[in-house]
C-alpha cells in the first residue's frame, strides 16, 4: 500500500504542472490584453500600464512568467489582484463557504444516493425501482438552475421552511437549499450507478456462496454485495468533489453565496486575471487530491488494484 500510495503521489505532479501551465496559457497568452482592458475607453497612462506590467511579471518572457508564478505557488504567494488585493485573502473568505457547500451536497447525494440506489438494485423491476429511475432521470434532465428556482420559490417563498439566499455569512440552515441543489444531478448519477453495480453483484457466484454457507441477508449485502458495489461510486464521488466545488458558479450565483463560483464568475467578468489564475489552480489541486483519496479508497476496497 505505501508503494502505491508513493506512485500515486509521482503521478500528481505531471499532472499538476500540465494543469497549470494550460491555465497560465490560456488566461495570459492568448489574444487580449487584460491591461488594456483595466483602462476601459480612455486607457491607462503609459507609465501606470508598464508599472503594472512589471508588477505581474507580464513584461517578462512567457515562460519566465509561468516559472515565476510556480515559485509564487511553492511559497504560497498567490499575487495580487488588479485591485490590490491579495489573492490568499480572497481565497481565505471564498473557499470556506464553498467547501461546506460541496461538503453538504456530497454528504446529500452520497446518503440518499446510495441507499435509493441499493433498495432499487436488490428490487430490481418493482414499483420502488421503476419510480426512482424516472426520477433519476428527470433530475438528470433539468437544468440546475431550473431546480433551483423551483425550490427557491416553493420552500423559501411559498412554504418559507427554508432562508432564499445564503448571503456573505451563510449559516447551515441557509445552505441546506443550495447543496441539495448543488448535488441533485449527482445524486441521480450515484443512485444509477449504485443501483447497477448492485444488480450485477447480488447474483454473483461468491453472493451465491454466501449464502449457502449460511450467512444473514443483512451481512451479505453490506459485506458481498454493498461493499463490491461502492468502487465505481467511490470512484465517481471523489471526482465529483472536485467538479461540485468548481460547477458551484450557477447555485451560489441562485443563493447569493460568496463562494468560489461568484468571485470566480465576478473575476472573470472584471478580467482579474490572477485571481482567476489562482482560483482555478487551487480547484486542481483540490480536484487531484481528491481523486488521489478515491484511488486510495479504491486499492482498500479491492487490494487486486495495488498490484496492477
Do not use: C
Not at 470556506?96 to 441507499?115: H, K, N, Q, Y
Not at 439566499?165 to 451563510?170: L, V
Not at 453490506?222 to 467538479?243: E, K, Y
Not at 472584471?270 to 486499492?299: F, H, K, M, P, R
Amino acid at each position: 500500500m505505501l508503494w502505491y500510495t508513493a506512485r500515486r503521489l509521482l503521478q500528481m505532479v505531471p499532472v499538476f504542472l500540465g494543469a497549470t501551465f494550460l491555465i497560465y496559457f490560456l488566461v495570459f497568452a492568448l489574444p487580449g490584453d487584460p491591461i488594456a482592458a483595466l483602462g476601459g475607453d480612455r486607457g491607462l497612462p503609459e507609465a501606470v500600464e508598464e508599472q503594472i506590467r512589471e508588477r505581474y511579471n507580464l513584461d517578462e518572457p512567457f515562460l519566465v512568467q509561468y516559472l515565476l508564478y510556480l515559485k509564487g505557488i511553492l511559497t504560497l504567494d498567490f499575487g495580487i489582484t488588479f485591485s490590490g488585493r491579495d489573492v490568499v485573502d480572497v481565497m481565505r473568505e471564498a473557499f470556506p463557504v464553498t467547501i461546506r457547500l460541496a461538503i453538504m451536497a456530497l454528504v446529500f447525494e452520497a446518503v440518499f444516493g446510495i441507499a435509493a440506489g441499493l433498495i432499487a438494485g436488490l428490487r430490481t423491476g418493482g414499483i420502488f425501482d421503476g419510480t426512482v429511475l424516472v426520477l433519476s432521470l428527470l433530475v438528470i434532465a433539468v437544468p440546475t438552475f431550473v431546480i433551483g428556482f423551483v425550490l427557491q420559490f416553493f420552500v423559501g417563498v411559498e412554504w418559507e421552511l427554508l432562508p432564499t439566499t445564503a448571503g456573505r455569512d451563510p449559516t447551515f440552515r441557509s445552505l441546506l437549499m443550495p447543496a441539495v441543489v448543488l448535488g441533485a444531478v449527482s445524486l441521480a448519477y450515484v443512485l444509477r450507478l449504485t443501483r447497477t453495480s448492485v444488480a450485477e453483484n447480488k447474483s454473483a457466484d461468491h453472493v451465491r456462496t454466501a449464502y449457502a454457507k449460511g450467512l444473514s441477508r443483512g451481512r451479505v449485502i453490506n459485506v458481498h454485495i454493498l461493499r463490491n458495489s461502492m468502487i465505481p461510486v467511490v470512484t465517481f464521488l471523489g471526482a465529483d468533489l472536485g467538479m461540485l466545488m468548481g460547477g458551484a458558479i450557477v447555485t451560489e450565483g441562485i443563493f447569493n453565496i460568496n463562494g468560489v463560483g461568484g468571485t470566480l464568475f465576478r473575476a472573470i467578468g472584471q478580467g482579474e486575471s490572477a485571481t482567476v489564475v489562482s482560483l482555478t489552480t487551487v480547484l486542481v489541486l483540490v480536484y487531484i487530491l481528491a481523486n488521489l483519496l478515491v484511488d486510495l479508497l479504491y486499492a482498500w476496497l479491492d487490494p487486486r488494484i495495488r498490484y496492477a
